[in-house]
């Protein structure tokens, strides 16, 4: 029998009652066995307790630190003006942090709202923030976007955001995040900075245009100065670049070689036509200015000035290989005396492989030849010198060429016409 704990036993007088029989022992016994139950008891207890303890110091750690690191993360989001978001994907419900609010400029006291948000999208940017919004909606997650915010003041904040969505294992979509991060400081940083290379790169190509002008100056102060030598005031350089250019506008609106012409080569034979003849430096006086027919040894040494033209241009485009002028004037200087049944010279080249800048030149050059006055002859007629062209079709000149220069002769004369004081 058990005695209650709450009962003060009184065991001496028990025992002498029952001296030295069963119930002696049996009260023995369960007096024993109740002093090792509260033993027990109460070590376990005090364990409990001890563990109970622990856990709760631990937990209450634990909170602490979730506490601080939460209250860090909301520091660190205002440093960085980085906002987070998250929508149910059921209710379609969104939720933001506190620094939303700061970045959007929008109100605490009202619940996150898309609609809300979008008002303040640059009207610029909203179609793009739109499309991201209603691909999230719909399960896709869009490309990082950087686009503009527009603040009650009038002011402009550029924004960039990222979006996760996540799924299920069933590929169910099960949660749509991102962030929005306030990036005004950065790009206008970096609009300044492209605004300091534009101007850099500014500077650089206006100091390469000034070398380079200077260079094409002195080139054409040595054009000007062989047309010098050649009983000219300078007046046939021009209108070579003039019925250049005409040819090759009348070329590029339409004719067989418009896919060869466009306005980069319409500029560049406009600039390089003058170039053509610039070997004739090297030629002496009693050559170059023979008003007779010229021996076969003189005419040799005449056709020097292709090559001699030609390696001055080469020479300086060595600095400038990527110069289409350049170039363009190479081939001109070098090919402007073939002819199209290949009887011309330096290379005996035949049609088309004659560059057509050079064929150009060719037809160009010979029509103001024939209208002007020489040491060795007296000036043409337009109309004689149209005649003359005309018969040189398909041998001197290309037969297109040729064609395309009688259906607009008339804006060659008024060039010649407008442009020579003889």
């Known amino acids: 029998m058990k005695t209650a704990q709450n009962t003060p036993l009184d065991l001496h007088a028990q025992l002498k009652q029952t001296q030295h029989s069963d119930d002696y022992f049996l009260l023995l016994f369960n007096h024993f066995a109740e002093r090792v139950d509260n033993k027990i008891q109460n070590e376990l207890y005090t364990q409990l307790m001890n563990r109970y303890a622990s856990v709760s110091q631990t937990l209450e750690s634990t909170v602490k630190q979730l506490a601080r690191s939460d209250t860090l993360r ?6 960085a003006m980085l906002g987070n978001w998250i929508i149910d994907p059921k209710t379609k419900i969104i939720e933001w942090s506190d620094t939303m609010y700061i970045i959007a400029g929008l109100p605490r006291d009202r ?3 898309l609609a809300e948000y979008y008002k303040r999208v640059h009207p610029e940017d909203i179609s793009i923030a739109q499309e991201a919004g209603n691909q999230l909606l719909n399960g896709i ?28 294992p069933n590929g169910e979509v099960e949660t749509i995040y991102g962030t929005l991060q306030d990036v005004t400081t950065a790009k206008l940083a970096e609009q300044k900075l492209q605004q300091y290379n534009d101007h850099l790169e500014d500077l650089v190509q206006q100091k390469a245009d000034e070398v380079y002008a200077s260079q094409l100056a002195t080139i054409h102060a040595l054009v000007k100065l062989a047309e010098s030598r050649d009983d000219d005031t300078g007046e046939h350089i021009e209108r070579m670049s003039k019925y250049s250019r005409l040819f090759a506008e009348i070329l590029h609106a339409g004719s067989l070689y418009a896919g060869q012409v466009n306005d980069a080569f319409i ?14 430096v090297g030629i002496p006086d009693h050559i170059l200015l023979k008003p007779g027919k010229l021996t076969p040894d003189e005419f040799i040494i005449m056709k020097t000035h292709v090559s001699i033209g030609y390696e001055t241009l080469a020479s300086v485009h060595k600095s400038y290989p990527g110069n289409g002028y350049l170039k363009m004037g190479m081939d ?16 005996g080249l035949k049609g088309e492989n004659i560059p057509l ?20 002859k007296e000036p ?30 008339t804006d060659f004369k008024q060039i010649f016409d407008h442009h020579s004081s003889k």
């Open 267 to 280: 500029r560049n034979i406009a600039m390089a036509s003058p170039l053509h003849d610039i070997g004739k």
């Open 74 to 79: 909301k520091q660190a989001e205002k440093i």
């Open 380 to 409: 043409y007629s337009h109309e004689k010198s149209k005649e003359i062209i005309r018969k040189g079709s398909g041998i001197h000149f290309d037969p297109v060429l040729v064609n395309l220069f009688e259906e607009h002769d």
């Open 357 to 376: 800048a050079a064929r150009i030149l060719s037809l160009c050059d010979v029509y103001d030849a024939l209208r002007s006055r020489r040491v060795y």
């Open 141 to 168: 997650p869009p490309e990082d976007l950087t686009y503009r915010l527009q603040m009650p003041n009038g002011s402009i904040k550029w924004v960039h955001s990222q979006h996760i969505v996540e799924r299920n």
């Open 332 to 347: 001109i200087v070098r090919c402007h005396h073939e002819k199209w049944d290949g009887s011309g010279y330096m290379q």
């Open 111 to 113: 619940a996150p709202d």
